[in-house]
């Protein structure tokens, strides 16, 4: 009986010890998960890529699409009619001032010069003749042996054959003229096109196609349209600048800079129709990089901004209190969220007013990720050294084919 009743006891006392165990044990795991709950994991740093911010001249400008024209043309055309002998050019060439170009048959107009050339020599052996018999009728005169009548007649006479003879000067030098006519040259230096006419045709001095077109295209001109809000601008700029503003022309199709060029001509009015103004470029063309009628992407370059705070445009953000981005803090491990004024943004380039300073890193890549305080890490590419994109050495490049050369974007 004893037996049974200390085995009932330790049967308890075993239980009793299993409830305690897992009482303990219980306990431990919501203390843990208590623990677990009050001090949450840290969140891992967000890769990111900053740039600096750097201080650089930046050019401010106007664009436009232009077309670029010759900044002289010539029809030249025959000014008298006959036969066309030959043709003293080659198609597409360039030409200089005075060279030949065309001569017509001159034989006519030489037979002409020669007729009037004899007329002259005709009247001339009569006026001497009227001359002498001036000089004797003067001498007769004062011995009574002629009249008062017959010495005026022959001065009269003297007069008329005299009035001859420059008659005569004049038609030679109009035949001259005619006969110079037959040779045709150049009247400025210039680029050929294409022949209008062959030898052997007759020309007319009413031909309105002419004989060929030469064009001037060194220097060259080309002639572009900016809004009219533009104007207030390029006004002040050509009030202030001591020399005549620069314009640059790139490729239609890409960023290749074709020439540079000065400001030749603001025009004088509005065109109210589409609320342009128009605008011409000279510039010298030794290469002929420029051609007659090609389009180009042009720049008006008002002034520069220097030393400028610049970053890539894609690290400004925008939000509904305006513009800003995250600048790394000195701890070099965490963000801030910085509020920014944008001065103006062209060619993927912010230039900054106020918020940053020269040699601040701030995010260009990463920041959907970012909050305020945000930690960060620098992504591998900038650690291995690579370039970051749309790093802030891209002012001067040419303008992409149809963007906007300058947005105001203060916030």
Same mark, same amino acid.
């Given at each position: *009986? ?5 085995? =009932? ?37 967000? /890769? ?33 009619? +006959? &036969?066309? #002998? ?12 005075? /060279? ?17 050339? @004899?007329?002259?020599?005709?009247? *001339? ?8 018999? !001036? /000089? ?15 010495? #005026? ?12 003879? &420059? ?8 035949? %001259? ?10 009247? *400025? ?43 207030? @601008?390029? $006004? $002040? ?25 000065? !400001? ?6 509005? #065109? ?12 010298? $063309? ?15 370059? !008002? +002034?520069?901004? %220097? ?14 209190? +305006? ?7 000195? #701890?070099?491990?965490?963000? =801030?969220? %910085?509020?920014?004024?944008?001065? *103006? ?36 590419? =900038?650690?291995?050294?690579? =370039? ?24």
């Amino acid at each position: *009986m004893n037996t049974k009743l200390l085995y =009932r006891r330790m049967t308890w006392i075993g239980v009793v010890a299993l409830l305690a165990l897992g009482g303990v044990s219980l306990w431990r795991m919501n203390n843990a998960g208590a623990a677990d709950k009050k001090a949450p994991r840290a969140a891992p740093p967000v /890769q990111v890529t900053t740039v600096p911010v750097k201080p650089q001249d930046v050019p401010v400008y106007r664009s436009g699409i232009g077309t670029a024209t010759a900044s002289a043309t010539v029809t030249v055309k025959a000014r008298i009619d +006959g &036969q066309l #002998d030959g043709i003293g050019f080659i198609e597409g060439q360039d030409v200089k001032a005075g /060279q030949v170009l065309a001569r017509i048959d001159p034989r006519t107009l030489r037979a002409q010069l020669a007729q009037v050339q @004899a007329q002259k020599a005709k009247d *001339m052996a009569q006026l001497a003749n009227a001359r002498i018999d !001036l /000089q004797r009728y003067t001498t007769l005169i004062a011995e009574d042996a002629a009249t008062k009548q017959q010495l #005026d007649t022959q001065k009269a006479l003297v007069a008329q054959l005299e009035a001859a003879t &420059q008659t005569d000067d004049a038609q030679i030098n109009f035949a %001259q003229v005619q006969l110079g006519f037959t040779t045709i040259t150049a009247p *400025m230096a210039g680029r050929t096109g294409a022949s209008l006419v062959d030898p052997g045709n007759i020309v007319h001095a009413a031909d309105a196609t002419g004989i060929v077109v030469i064009n001037k295209i060194d220097p060259i001109s080309v002639v572009f349209t900016v809004p009219e809000e533009a104007f207030q @601008a390029i $006004n $002040n700029a050509l009030n202030t600048s001591h020399q005549p503003l620069a314009v640059e022309a790139y490729a239609r199709d890409g960023n290749e800079l074709l020439g540079k060029g000065k !400001l030749v001509l603001l025009n004088n009015q509005i #065109d109210t129709t589409n609320g342009t103004i128009q605008v011409k470029g000279s510039f010298a $063309n030794p290469q002929h990089r420029l051609w007659p009628g090609e389009f180009v992407n042009v720049r008006l370059i !008002l +002034g520069v901004r %220097q030393h400028a705070l610049t970053l890539p445009a894609a690290a400004v953000q925008r939000g509904q209190d +305006g513009t800003y981005a995250y600048v790394v803090n000195d #701890d070099g491990k965490t963000v =801030r969220n %910085q509020p920014i004024v944008v001065a *103006m943004i062209q060619d993927g380039i912010a230039v900054i007013d106020k918020g940053v300073a020269a040699g601040q890193r701030v995010v260009l890549d990463g920041q959907y990720k970012l909050r305020q305080g945000a930690q960060i890490v620098e992504s591998a590419a =900038r650690q291995g050294g690579g =370039r970051p994109r749309g790093g802030a050495g891209g002012v001067g490049r040419a303008p992409a084919a149809d963007s906007s050369a300058q947005q105001s974007s203060k916030g």
